[in-house]
């Protein structure tokens, strides 16, 4: 046997442990949910086939246009906070003093996990012992009493809150990741040339963290569109569904409805949404990039 042949043997057995569990976990799932997605199945009696009805019910399903909403608001929102916050603050504590205590503190609450998180901030806009209903009558000089989770659109407003104050440090860490790769030199003529900081950053800084910044907002449009933990604890899609994302829909549609074939059309759609609208900005990005060099 020649040697590349065996070179090339050792390198399939190597490899073929990852390619069986990604196979067995992730294809072959994606595979069952597309196939139940044309049926009728409450998971006791026998699927029956109906073609493309799930996904013609969808158009006309007032829940999934709700959560479908609802998902691009979680979308904007991230892109708009906690991601400009993460730039913001990556720009401003970077060489400061301190700066790894900075660093540590918001990057801290991206180590509680997301139910955690719910509880938290559960607790934090409850009704009654809310702190941030009593930290907002210190301001007002009364009782305030604002039903943010039972409100809407509070309770969105709310768990985007709770999203961007776990999400933030994340997207800080990554940016600073970026600003350490930018070289001195063109930031220093800048200066020479008697740039402003807000020039400085906006013709140099930021097209130069472009590589970073696809990865970051790629990551964070995957993130709010599959968010599922974080909603459910805190207000798990309502009151009457009015803050569901299509994560949480699928979820109760197959496992609390019991309509195992809706839910896998809402989870395809779902997949869909998110391979087109990220692999669409990934691609144009490194077609930018690529222009460049």
Known sequence: MKERTQTQIVAYLFIFPAVFLVGTLLLNPMVQNIYYSFFTW?????????????????????????????????????????????LIIAIFIRGLRGER?????????????????????????????????????????RDVEIAWLTTVPLNTVA??????????????????????????????????????????????TVPMLQPITTVVIGQAMVNSFKAF?????????????????????????????FRMGYGASVAVVLSAIIILISGTYVRKQISKDSLHY
């Open 101 to 141: 205590i900075f660093k540590s503190i918001i990057f801290l609450p991206l180590a509680i996990s997301f139910v955690s998180t719910g509880i938290i901030w559960t607790n934090m806009f409850n009704f009654n012992s809310g702190i941030i209903n009593g930290f907002l009558s210190l301001f007002a000089g």
């Open 229 to 257: 933990d974080l909603i459910y604890v805190i207000t798990r899609g309502g009151p009457y569904r009015s803050s569901e994302t299509l994560a949480v829909t699928m979820f109760r549609e197959s496992f609390s409805m």
């Open 42 to 86: 409450d998971m006791v009696s026998k699927p029956v086939f109906i073609g493309f009805g799930n996904y013609i019910n969808l158009l006309g399903d007032t829940n999934f246009i709700r959560s479908f909403v609802n998902t691009v608001i979680w979308v904007v929102f991230t892109l708009a906070v906690p991601v400009l916050g993460g």
């Open 159 to 204: 768990m985007l809150i709770s999203w961007s104050w776990q999400q933030t440090g994340n997207y800080m860490v990554l940016f600073l990741m970026g600003l350490t790769t930018i070289p001195q030199e063109p930031v220093e003529a800048a200066i020479i040339d008697g740039a402003s900081a807000w020039q400085t950053f906006r013709n140099i």
